[in-house]
């Protein structure tokens, strides 16, 4: 069972043995039939482009695998197939079939992500695209060995500085140096991104796109169509608006309905007539949330990794808190109730532990995946 087996593989590593994956997939390559990627890099917004991307290519009638991380819920949320998740037995079938063609010490060695990359990529043989998103990384990320034919860069922004940098600069070159033939670069907050894209991709003599210059005046007609058949917040439309100029890139034809029920579950989703859930965890996903909910008050459902500027976040969010209840999470990272207490008693925002929903108040989850997993588990 691959369940069983990830199990045994650590999560989160103080280290990571960078050379270990183009090792690996070097040794195995000849084995795998690779399809045409299209790698999605970036800090925010990378599940939700690249589910634009991959519902609309498979409307249009190809076939089309999207892998994204973290899970909500379940393992097979990652591994997405022809417009839906894969079931249970087929991953673990794929598991039982790939685990055979790998040497045992490689088998051992590999992280969970790393092996759970390689699986997507066998389970994804035979479609025509993968757009496959990369984890909390780029030039140095699992996803980043396999050849691509595009690369999409979402919005930049600070986030796992332990392993990308602290700095705008460090986190963007790493992202940016996973470019291998193209990119389309998305709106970015910070300018020194629209640098570092421009010198790289001169560099790696790359073609370099922004969003806007692939996208025509019925490509914009089509875009307001679309977000308001499938009522977008402005951050996804930007993420829809890339999609379709990755679409343009590829020379491939879409129409309005090609998107119909292409968003990701658990970004602004509502859950319940008073819950709406959003996985998001950093700076900018606040930010976003705030431009789109400003003028309402909600109860905050939150908690924090240890890792995280949940200082910040808060202070940035405290516009559209009336008070917030803090959900325990069972994770080894996760920030202590003493501080995000004090961090709130500082903003003079109102706090307790989460207990229940209540029909008379409206809720908004946010903090991270573990976050929306903890309050979904409860809410069932």
């Known amino acids: 069972m691959l369940e069983d ?6 999560l989160y590593y103080d280290e990571i043995d960078y050379t270990r994956m183009p090792r690996v997939y070097e040794h195995i390559k000849s084995k795998l ?28 009638g ?56 390689l699986l997507a990529i066998y389970i994804y043989q035979n479609v025509d695209y993968v757009v496959l998103e990369a984890g ?40 940016l140096n996973a470019i291998q033939k193209s990119v389309i670069e998305e709106k970015q907050k910070y300018y ?89 965890h950093n700076v900018l996903a606040a930010k976003s949330i705030v431009d789109t909910l400003k003028g309402k008050k909600f109860t905050l459902i939150y908690n924090s990794f240890k890792d995280k500027e949940y200082e910040k976040i808060l202070k940035i969010l405290k516009p559209i808190i009336s008070e917030v209840e803090i959900i325990d999470i069972d994770n080894q990272r996760v920030q202590t109730y003493e501080n995000i207490e004090k961090a709130l008693n500082l903003l003079e925002i109102k706090h307790k532990r989460f207990f229940e929903v209540l029909d008379n108040k409206e809720y908004l989850v946010f903090g991270s995946f573990s976050v929306a997993e903890a309050f979904l588990r409860g809410l069932k």
């Open 192 to 280: 020194e991104v629209y640098d570092i894209a421009d010198k790289i991709s001169k560099s790696k003599n790359t073609d370099l796109f922004q969003t806007n210059s692939l996208l025509s005046d019925i490509d914009k007609q089509n875009i307001d169509l679309i977000a308001k058949r499938n009522n977008l917040v402005p951050y996804l439309i930007d993420n829809l608006s890339t999609s379709i100029a990755a679409l343009n890139y590829l020379n491939i034809s879409y129409k309005v309905e090609n998107f119909d029920n292409s968003r990701l579950f658990g970004r602004l989703t509502q859950i319940k007539e008073n819950v709406i859930l959003d996985v998001g």
């Open 5 to 10: 087996f990830l199990n045994k593989k650590p």
């Open 136 to 175: 909390l990384g780029g030039e140095y990320d699992a996803t980043s060995v396999f050849t691509n034919i595009l690369t999409v860069l979402t919005p930049i922004d600070i986030d796992h500085e332990v392993f990308l940098g602290s700095t705008i600069k460090d986190i963007a070159t790493t992202k």
């Open 33 to 60: 039939k690779i399809p045409k990627i299209i790698h999605i890099v970036g800090t925010n917004g990378k599940g939700t482009t690249g589910r634009f991307l991959a519902t609309a290519l498979y409307n249009i």
């Open 62 to 117: 190809y076939s089309v695998g999207h892998y994204t991380s973290p899970h909500i819920l379940n393992f097979n949320e990652r591994i997405w197939l022809n417009n839906k998740n894969i079931s249970q037995d087929n991953l673990n079938q794929a598991h039982e079939k790939f685990i055979k063609i790998l040497d045992e010490v490689f088998v051992n060695s590999l992280s969970y992500f790393e092996y759970t990359t």
